[in-house]
């Protein structure tokens, strides 16, 4: 079997939800279930006997070594993590807490189990470090796309914290020979997005009548990858991947924000046309996010020449998809805007 850590948010979820689907192997998932984690996301699988959910902290030791010497898995595959920048400019605590502390913790357990392997089960082991190619820091508009081999710039707390965890996992396989992979993958758009974050957001703004809040001028470039195709790309890094290796992940698909909502609101009034017109007039410019990173975009050629990875979605059978599932899932939806999620509405948007 293999672990998951942070199976029940976003990415994670996906990744329990297909893998179970793609095969057989039972999952362990470790999710502490904060704001983030959902375990709605998971109904589908709560009475499937192949998934063991675990409530609990990635910083917690004695949790990790026991679930570690009682499951014995194959793999670790490391997606828990405080994931929103404009959180993380809020409060960067909890991110150095979860992002550097928990990785140390779950590395510092992973290493303490692999000395305790042998033979064929040692060498199989793997640890596999779910990253973000925020790590890079920003680029220019004619900067080529970021490769694996690119500094480390991060720009947010965020980033800092994600950046910190990968040199962690580097070293530890440097140093004690644990044999870890990365993936530094560009945002993610799909099914179960919690609804902080751009997609989403707009999505259920749009629905609901309400703003659709563009930071700054609305020209920032992001590289967009359907969910399910970076759960497949990690698939691929577990099965193929060298020990020790970066593996960049992307989409090929470089958007200016405003483009994306702009594509959002002519799915929603093509699929929901509104009475009062087009959504597009909810768009609203607001203050843009402190040091906002200009432009990503990732080189996903490694993962296509060393292991035959490429995403099989196109951005526009994507986000035909995911506006398709909000659109169906509008009770997911509800049940997360719950009084947590509209005082977070309050801290980074009322006084835009
Ligand atoms: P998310 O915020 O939706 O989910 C994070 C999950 O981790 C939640 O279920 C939460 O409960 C859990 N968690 C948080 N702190 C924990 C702790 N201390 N112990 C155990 N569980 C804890 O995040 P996501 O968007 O699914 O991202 C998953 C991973 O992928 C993160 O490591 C993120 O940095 C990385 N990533 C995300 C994107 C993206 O576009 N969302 C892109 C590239 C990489
Ligand atoms: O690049 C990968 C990263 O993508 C992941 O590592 C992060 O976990 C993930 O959250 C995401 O970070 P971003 O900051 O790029 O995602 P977000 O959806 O927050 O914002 C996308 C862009 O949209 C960004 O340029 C900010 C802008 N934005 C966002 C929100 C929430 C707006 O203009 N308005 C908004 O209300």
Redesign the pocket.
């Known amino acids: 079997m293999i672990l998951v ?9 996906n990744f329990v939800l297909d893998w179970l689907r793609c095969n057989d192997e039972p999952v362990i998932n ?5 704001y ?3 375990l709605e996301s998971l109904a589908s699988i709560k009475d499937d006997p192949r998934h063991i959910f675990v409530h ?4 917690d030791r004695a949790l990790v070594d026991r679930l570690l010497a009682e499951h014995k898995p194959r793999a670790i595959v490391h ?6 920048v404009d959180r993380s400019i809020h409060g960067p605590g909890d991110f150095v ?2 992002n550097v502390e ?1 990785t140390f913790t779950l590395l510092e357990a992973a290493r303490a189990y692999w000395t305790t392997l042998e033979g064929a089960a040692k060498e199989a082991f793997r640890f596999h470090h ?4 925020e790590v890079y820091g920003s680029l220019g508009p004619n900067d080529p796309a970021f490769t694996e081999t690119d500094t480390y710039e991060p720009n947010s707390p965020y980033s800092a914290s ?1 950046a910190a965890s990968d040199h962690l996992v580097r070293a530890w396989h440097h140093t004690y020979g644990l044999p870890v992979t990365t993936s530094n ?4 758009y799909g099914p179960y997005h ?1 609804p902080e ?1 751009l997609i989403p957001l707009m999505i259920t703004n749009a629905l609901a009548g309400k703003p659709l809040p563009v930071y700054g001028d609305g020209q920032q470039i992001r590289d967009w990858l359907y969910v399910t195709d ?1 759960c497949s790309a990690i698939r691929t890094i577990l099965e193929k991947g060298q020990v020790g290796e970066v593996y960049n992940v992307g989409g090929w698909n470089e958007k200016p924000n405003i483009e994306i909502v702009h594509v959002l609101c002519t799915l929603l009034d093509e699929l929901k046309p509104d009475v009062a017109g087009s959504y597009s007039r909810l768009i609203t410019y607001v203050t843009d996010r402190p040091g906002h990173d200009r432009r990503y975009a990732i080189d996903a050629r490694k993962i296509e020449r060393d292991l035959g990875w490429r995403p099989a979605e196109t951005f526009e059978t994507g986000i035909r998809k995911t506006v398709e599932w909000y659109l169906a899932n509008q009770e997911w939806v509800a049940n997360v805007q719950s009084g947590a999620y509209r005082q977070w509405l309050e801290t980074n948007y009322e006084a835009r």
């Open positions: 850590t942070g199976g029940a948010g976003f990415i994670g979820g470790l999710d502490a279930l904060t983030a984690g959902n609990g902290d990635i910083c997606f828990a993590a405080e994931s929103h807490r979860t928990g779910v990253s973000t190619d994600k993958c560009s945002n993610n919690f974050k970076h």
